[in-house]
Structure formats: C-alpha cells, structure tokens
C-alpha cells in the first residue's frame, strides 16, 4: 500500500482496514456494469476494491502529493481514472452516463458534498458515504428525536438514507476521536413531497429548527416570513390540522409541505 502522510488541514484521515473498505464495496452494491465516483481516494485502499469490481472508476483528489503516488499505483488498471480537483468544484453533470458513488468523505466536507452531490442527483444511482456518527445520525434521523432537523429534512426530500454500520477510530490513521459511520442514500426518483416553492418550503423548515425550544407557531412568528401576521398564522393551523404548539422535530416532511404550501398561498 501507498504512503504519504495525512495532512491535518486537508481533514485526512486514511482508512487502513481492508475489510471495512470490502464492506463499503458491498454496501454500495458495484457491479461490472457500474461507473463509480469515488471522492479522497487517499491511500487507495478503497479505490482498488472498487476497480476489482467495477466497469470504471473515477476517483477526484485534491492533495497533489497523492495524485503521482495514486498514478503509479495503479498504473496497470484500465479501468481508473485519476481526476486532480477539489470534488466541491468538480461538475458531475460532465460524467458520461450515470453512475454510483462510494467515498471515505473527510469530516469537514460531509455536508457540502452531500449538497453538492445531490444537485446532480439526476446523473446518480445511489451513493455510499463514510462520514462522522453524529452527522450519519442526523441525516438518517426520523421525526421526534434530537437529531431530526434541517439535515435530515434537506437530504431525505432527495434521498433515502440509511445507515449500514458504524466504523471504529482504529480503522483509520491517524485515529479520528469520533466513530464514523457508513451510510447508503437511494436516490429518489421525485422529490419526496411536491411542493409549491422550494425555496420557501427550506425557509420555513429553517425557521422552526431556529430556536428548537420554541413551539411552532412562535417560531414562525420571530423568523418574520413575508406576509405572515399573528392571524394568518392561526387560520393556517386551523386550516391544516397541525397543532401550533407543535415544535418542529415533530413534524413529518409531508406536514412541512403541507404548512409552508399554506403559507406559501398567503
């Protein structure tokens, strides 16, 4: 196996395990006929298994000092393809076809990526992201728990996430302090609930997971959407059936759809 120090700055944190690396492989569910996008291939570990088991892999790296190294190592592989980039940059859109994908994700990009990612959901099959545990648990969170807020809505309006096992600290170097987890997102075909502005139905989601403490009504209230009074509030409630007193962790994609499109008709 290659080697080259991890950089701090870069988040890296190499997965050493070859076995959880097989079990990212399997979780993803590659086969012969897939492309695969793989994001911080790193030390390569993972970059090869998906090779013995994909039609193509692209894999994006934004540290030079491994782009040489990646390219050496896997100079008798037909079917990589090494890309010098910061994947945050990098258009998926321009990828021939669609495709999978499969990554150990630093840390501090997880979310941006995950964003990044779905604004090219069209193009992806499904996609299998190593990422922190806490960050895994608010993104597969359901209504009515601590971790159920703006993440777990933003992703599961596009994706359905499900998390497939957690990964210990020893499985990489240097020892991250935190566990991670490895989490598969099955692209939806539609968005989860249609809305009437999608804009607007995130503005209202961000309100009411503003100041969690607060009950529904007051949380709308302080987030001052345009054109929405004290009375306007009370007969959207009425209207839809959800009690204002409510706080947001409780409610259901669907009922933020159904409140931000009342709402939204004011």
Same mark, same amino acid.
């Given at each position: 196996?290659?080697?080259?120090?991890?950089?701090?700055?870069? %988040?890296? #944190?190499?997965?050493?395990?070859?076995?959880?690396?097989?079990?990212?492989?399997?979780?993803?569910?590659?086969?012969?006929?897939?492309?695969?996008?793989?994001?911080?291939?790193?030390?390569?570990?993972?970059?090869?298994?998906?090779?013995?088991?994909?039609?193509?892999?692209?894999?994006?790296?934004?540290?030079?000092?491994?782009?040489?190294?990646?390219?050496?190592?896997?100079?008798?592989?037909?079917?990589?393809?090494?890309?010098?980039?910061?994947?945050?940059?990098?258009?998926?859109?321009?990828?021939?076809?669609?495709?999978? /994908?499969?990554? *150990?994700?630093?840390?501090?990009? @997880?979310?941006?990526?995950?964003? #990044?990612?779905?604004?090219?959901?069209?193009?992806?099959?499904?996609?299998?992201?190593?990422?922190?545990?806490?960050?895994?648990?608010?993104?597969?969170? *359901?209504?009515?728990?601590?971790?159920?807020?703006?993440?777990?809505?933003?992703?599961?309006?596009?994706?359905?996430?499900?998390?497939?096992?957690?990964?210990?600290?020893?499985?990489? #170097?240097?020892?991250?302090?935190?566990?991670?987890? /490895?989490?598969?997102?099955?692209?939806?075909?539609?968005?989860?609930?249609?809305?009437?502005?999608?804009?607007?139905?995130?503005?209202?989601?961000?309100?009411?997971?503003?100041?969690?403490?607060?009950?529904?009504?007051?949380?709308?209230?302080?987030?001052?959407?345009?054109?929405?009074?004290? *009375?306007?509030?009370?007969?959207?409630?009425?209207?839809?059936?959800?009690?204002?007193?409510?706080?947001?962790?409780?409610?259901?994609? %669907?009922?933020?759809?159904?409140?931000?499109? @009342?709402?939204?008709?004011?």
């Amino acid at each position: 196996m290659m080697y080259v120090s991890p950089k701090k700055s870069l %988040g890296q #944190h190499f997965l050493t395990d070859t076995n959880i690396a097989r079990n990212i492989v399997d979780a993803a569910n590659i086969s012969k006929d897939d492309t695969v996008v793989e994001i911080g291939p790193g030390n390569g570990i993972l970059t090869r298994l998906l090779a013995e088991r994909a039609k193509r892999v692209i894999a994006i790296e934004i540290d030079e000092r491994l782009i040489d190294k990646l390219i050496e190592e896997f100079g008798s592989f037909n079917n990589i393809e090494i890309i010098a980039k910061d994947a945050l940059k990098f258009s998926f859109n321009e990828i021939e076809g669609r495709f999978k /994908v499969a990554a *150990n994700l630093p840390y501090y990009i @997880t979310t941006p990526i995950i964003f #990044h990612l779905l604004e090219s959901r069209d193009k992806i099959i499904s996609m299998t992201l190593m990422m922190q545990r806490e960050v895994a648990e608010r993104v597969a969170a *359901n209504p009515g728990g601590k971790d159920y807020g703006v993440l777990s809505i933003a992703v599961q309006f596009y994706a359905e996430p499900a998390m497939n096992f957690i990964v210990p600290p020893s499985a990489f #170097h240097p020892r991250p302090k935190v566990e991670s987890a /490895v989490v598969s997102f099955s692209i939806l075909k539609n968005r989860r609930v249609e809305v009437l502005d999608e804009e607007f139905f995130f503005k209202v989601v961000r309100a009411a997971f503003n100041q969690r403490r607060k009950t529904l009504r007051n949380a709308l209230k302080a987030a001052n959407l345009p054109s929405i009074t004290d *009375n306007a509030l009370d007969s959207v409630f009425a209207k839809i059936g959800i009690d204002p007193k409510r706080r947001g962790e409780t409610l259901s994609i %669907g009922e933020f759809a159904r409140l931000a499109d @009342t709402l939204y008709s004011l």
